[in-house]
DNA sequence: TTCCATGGTTGACCCATGTCAACCAAAAAA
DNA sequence: TTTTTTGGTTGACATGGGTCAACCATGGAA
């Protein structure tokens, strides 16, 4: 909690109604009324430097958070050091979900560039989604969200090969991307080769190599983390139409 | 809907107050005077058989539903008819919560045997949430605790060998019979080889193959679907000790 | 500017798991 | 009962992706 940063009531006063995230983060839907209720639930903004940790496993869950500026991974640490990476977030997206079930946090939050979160104390959270019908709804749609996304990447894990998954997880961040106003076919990823491949299930190596396959393919332009997507539909293709494993 | 029974009051009534699943289900940790209000909840049971669905990819959602006996399974399909198995569920457990996100189930859930589930319609639910606040907490913990589990299996899937991940399984299925009562030591599944082997990420043979050689080095007894585990300590250390992949 | 550290690429080789196929066992159907 | 179907086991072989190693590129530090 060392470098949360308190936050004033004026400049806070619609922390929510006025963030041009409205539209991608926890708000989205609900009615101007409803807004403005929000304002007491945003108690404070924390800064997180890169490769820092917004919390970790084991800390105790008292907030959710909503990333303002910046991106995150989340993952889980095995005893004999093997990671796996359980998501990338992005701007508008909440973190801290899994610390609601033992109120202790199950996975570790580490920033990937210089970032801003909006801290959502839970309790307050609880407090308002029960006045606030709208809260209460997007709050369940962002929690069925991420159960759904899981069960994507479990697809993903389980049932493709390297090829497949990696065009679609550059699917996904094209998508993301585009959501946020940038272009869906360029952008520069924030995570390592490592990361990457952390979370498709994949070695480091293998996933260096399906980005020069993709490359020689013509599907992808791919200079170290600057992606340019040539033929999305190509990529598209090669996860449908591949053999089944 | 077809096979849904309306009950009457009197049958529900105390439908979770007087349930043995009670310490398992959605009620768990809430106090007698929130249980009372319980009842309002449950609004039917339905009966599935073995290899129904009890929704499907695409329904509509409208309800949750608690496991009152049986099992399922709860799939994605590609449209290759590649099949990924996200999770198995046991009597207590909750269904559907994928279907909120979208107000459309974005899984199968299929009975593996007869089975009996209580609806809880969503609308209500949420309804009462707003008035009840160990409903509102209990329902948030099981969303989350979903979202830790399937971290879990992202875990198995990315990360972990095919051996490991069979001995994972089957100290999972171990954990929830015992916290229904049943012997841990002594199961049967109700899953096929190919089932588990969708949800592991592996072909039926390689599962098939795991569990020899599990009996080969004197960690279980398995005789079809019947499970004697008479080495778990074995089965625990093959999990944290195998060599990273 | 040069140096160093980190991250990325590529090649050669290997092995865990997939594929294909035969066969067996149990349960369901006739 | 017998037959059929479905699910499970095992073997032989193939291959996708892992492992190990060398080298290259980039960006920050000095």
């Known amino acids: 909690m060392k470098a949360t940063v308190p936050i004033t009531a004026a400049s806070l006063k619609k922390a929510c109604a006025q963030c041009n995230l409205l539209e991608l983060c926890l708000p989205f839907g609900m009615t101007d009324t409803e807004l ?9 903004r924390r800064k997180i430097k890169r490769q820092q940790p917004l919390y970790r496993t084991g800390s105790p869950f008292e907030a959710i958070y909503a990333i303002r500026t910046g991106s995150f991974k989340t993952d889980v640490l095995l005893e004999d050091g093997r990671e ?93 991307f585009t959501a946020r106003g940038f272009s869906p076919a360029e ?16 070695k480091l190596e293998t996933v260096s190599r399906a980005f020069s396959r993709f490359q020689e393919e013509g599907l992808v332009i791919v200079q170290q983390k600057y992606i340019r997507i040539i033929n999305g539909e190509g990529l598209k293709k090669l996860i449908q139409h591949q053999a089944a494993r």
Do not use: P
């Not at 403005?36 to 404070?44: G, Y």
């Not at 580490?110 to 909006?118: G, K, N, P």
């Not at 952008?187 to 994949?202: C, K, N, P």
């Open 36 to 44: 403005d209720r929000l304002d007491e639930l945003i108690s404070a």
């Open 84 to 176: 796996q990476v359980t998501g990338f977030q992005m701007t508008g997206e909440i973190l801290g979900l899994d610390g609601i079930s033992n109120e202790i946090h199950s996975c570790n939050a580490i920033a990937l560039e210089d970032s801003e979160v909006c801290v959502i104390v839970y309790a307050k959270l609880e407090e308002l989604a029960r006045e606030v019908e709208g809260l209460q709804h997007q709050f369940h749609k962002v929690m069925s969200r991420e159960i759904v996304r899981d069960h994507g990447v479990m697809m993903l894990l389980g049932s493709m090969r390297a090829e497949e998954r990696l065009a679609a997880f550059l699917l996904n961040m094209s998508q993301r």
């Open 187 to 202: 952008f520069h990823l924030r995570m390592t080769r490592e990361e990457i491949g952390s979370y498709l299930g994949l």
